[in-house]
């Protein structure tokens, strides 16, 4: 999975043909979760 940002210890991933909906895998220190996107009226939600 392709390094897309990194920011002290958090490393952002994205896997350009995954599931649905729109998201990012942050890891730190052997831990990983999923930051989901959603999209509403311009404004963006994001979904930890």
Do not use: C, W
């Not at 991933?13 to 599931?19: A, G, K, L, P, V």
């Not at 220190?29 to 996107?37: L, N």
């Amino acid at each position: 999975m392709p390094k897309i940002f990194q920011y002290l210890s958090y490393v952002v991933r994205f896997y350009s043909n995954d599931h649905l909906p729109i998201h990012v895998h942050v890891a730190i220190q052997g831990r990983e979760t999923k930051v989901e996107f959603f999209i509403h009226d311009k404004d963006v939600i994001l979904f930890f």
